[in-house]
């Protein structure tokens, strides 16, 4: 509500030069492109605000570099919204061209997206930043990796897209967040607070859709030692973030074979315990229904993936094998019915909703894949009490 209101404050300021707009164009207007991330609601930023918008052949410094990618991301979620409610509408009452329109849209952001790392790393390979310069670059690159994953999976409908892009995009961004965790552990003396988002949400987010197992432990580490820290990113609590990323590590990943070399789940420390849990359908109908996917939709991983269906049940092994069976006879190549690192379709979490929380307690909602193509997206319910 805060960013709410606040957006439509600045789009009530003229758009003239004055000493005062000058100041609220440097430092105040940024702070609210910058929470583009935050909520779900969109209010358009205004544009005679905005210091830059365009990607030049190279950044000339690091400010402009910022403020044109949380620009690209502030119209990247506006686009995820506007997505959300056309499928939500069903296709057949909105006309097609509206369909067409919002996929233009999303191709004209990742060329933009793409176009903004060339001049990005055009800016980095002709300067020579220091530490608190070097953790800002690491942060923007982060957030660009993450934007081109998140905005490619929401718009395609697709939670294999985190697949596809986990060994590339997901892998940079941890590695940029491991630089600023330990420049911060380095640098930082006592507790601190920060009015933005920097690694924690987007390390939870890879720790929750990265399957890879080494990278997904990585990124729960790194919330580990964020919390170690003891730096405070605007409304998030750290311990709440943890317990979310092992419990959806776990779910996804229980009665799996852990590659050798790869630290089980449950040697990590654990401050929390289930209190209660039981499945429903009652939320799932509003979780997208329109966006059910036609499967198979998997993607090729190498030796990583496998088309052995689950042994969890005699069932289960059973509807996999045919749906397999099906997918080859209509042609589906071999390389797109596989599952990727073991996390078949039943065992996946597609979001996680809290519902209530307290210092002490949290009470989730993970929404999950339906067992049959098309069908009804399952709904598992939580209380977690923290020790």
Same mark, same amino acid.
């Given at each position: ?23 609220i ?5 940024p ?12 209010? +358009? ?30 119209? +990247? ?32 952001i ?20 220091? +530490? ?50 330990k420049?911060?552990?380095?640098i930082m ?76 789940i ?22 997208l ?7 198979p ?7 990583h ?83």
């Open positions: 509500m805060h960013i709410l209101q606040g957006r439509r404050l600045l789009a009530n300021i003229n758009d003239r030069k004055t000493p005062e707009t000058d100041i164009r440097q430092y105040l207007a702070i609210y492109l910058r929470l583009a991330y935050v909520g779900n609601d969109r209010v +358009g930023f205004p544009w005679h605000l905005l210091q830059m918008t365009t990607t030049p052949l190279k950044f000339a410094s690091l400010a402009d570099a910022r403020c044109v990618l949380y620009y690209l991301v502030d119209i +990247g979620f506006t686009l995820i919204y506007e997505v959300k409610s056309y499928r939500s509408n069903g296709i057949n009452e909105t006309p097609d061209t509206e369909g067409n329109t919002l996929q233009s849209r999303h191709e004209h990742i060329r933009e997206l793409a176009n903004w790392r060339h001049a990005f790393e055009a800016y980095l390979a002709f300067s020579d930043l220091d +530490g608190p310069d070097t953790r800002t670059a690491k942060l923007l690159t982060m957030r660009h990796c993450l934007m081109i994953v998140f905005l490619d999976s929401m718009v395609s409908g697709s939670d294999y897209v985190c697949d596809r892009n986990s060994l590339c995009e997901m892998s940079i961004a941890t590695d940029c967040a491991t630089f600023v965790v420049y911060d552990n380095d003396q006592g507790p601190s607070f920060t009015f933005e988002s920097e690694v924690v949400g987007p390390v939870y987010w890879i720790a929750a859709k990265c399957r890879q197992p080494a990278i997904r432990r990585r990124a729960l580490e790194l919330l580990y030692e964020r919390e170690k820290t003891n730096r405070v990113e605007s409304l998030t609590m750290i311990k709440h973030t943890i317990a979310m990323a092992t419990r959806v590590i776990e779910i996804e990943e229980e009665g799996l074979e852990i590659p050798c070399g790869t630290k089980h449950q040697d990590y420390p654990n401050k929390y315990e289930v209190i209660s849990r039981e499945e429903s359908s009652e939320w799932a109908e509003g979780f229904t329109d966006q059910k996917e036609q499967w939709v998997l993607w090729d991983l190498g030796s993936c496998s088309d052995v269906p689950t042994k969890l049940t005699g069932i289960t092994a059973a509807r996999e094998q045919k749906e397999l069976a099906e997918g080859l006879a209509k042609g589906w190549p071999r390389e797109r019915l596989i599952w990727p690192y073991g996390i078949t379709r039943e065992r996946r979490v597609l979001s996680v909703v809290v519902k209530r929380h307290t210092a002490d307690d949290l009470w989730l909602e993970y929404v999950r894949e339906p067992l049959t193509a098309g069908g009804e997206y399952r709904v598992m319910k939580e209380h977690i009490q923290f020790a």
